[in-house]
């Protein structure tokens, strides 16, 4: 799997990010044969139109995107990924819990892999980061 990831969308203007951002992924991911793709471009909300467009496999979400939004634009054709947002690591053991059920509980499809919206902040107590992963396994689907 390879991973394409952009940053500038929550920087740039919707039209300079069209420019200078998604264009660019859009080319990396007609480049990459034979393996999924992944896009992630961090603060990209305004630009899901055009990511749904793109020759991939899986649009990862950032934190600040609603997961139910989301699959609305994109629709059933596509895997996401994320978006617990990664401060919630810092929450209690119950809250990172709560959260993190709350997550699953917003799913629509199955096509979803639970992830946080970002990375793993270096400070973040790791047995927090074991408490994400027990609820994720521990969890029922429900549709």
């Known amino acids: 799997m390879v991973q394409v990831f952009d940053s500038w969308a929550g920087i740039l203007g919707k039209e300079q990010y069209a420019e200078f951002g998604l264009r ?20 990209a909300y305004t630009s899901l139109f055009d990511i749904a467009k793109m020759d991939c496999n899986t649009i990862g979400l950032d934190w600040n995107m609603n997961v139910s939004e989301v699959r609305e634009v994109i629709g059933d054709t596509r ?46 107590d790791p047995e927090k980061v074991k408490t994400f992963i027990k609820t994720v396994k521990s969890y029922e689907i429900q549709y």
Not at 79 to 103: F, I, R, W
């Open 79 to 124: 895997t996401l990924q994320g978006n617990l947002d990664p401060c919630a690591l810092y929450s209690s053991h119950k809250e990172v819990e709560q959260h993190t059920n709350n997550l699953l509980d917003s799913f629509k499809s199955r096509r979803h892999i639970v992830n946080l919206g970002h990375g793993v902040y270096p400070d973040v």
């Open 24 to 43: 660019y992924m859009e080319r990396i991911a007609k480049a990459i044969d034979e393996v999924p793709v992944t896009l992630f471009g961090k603060g």
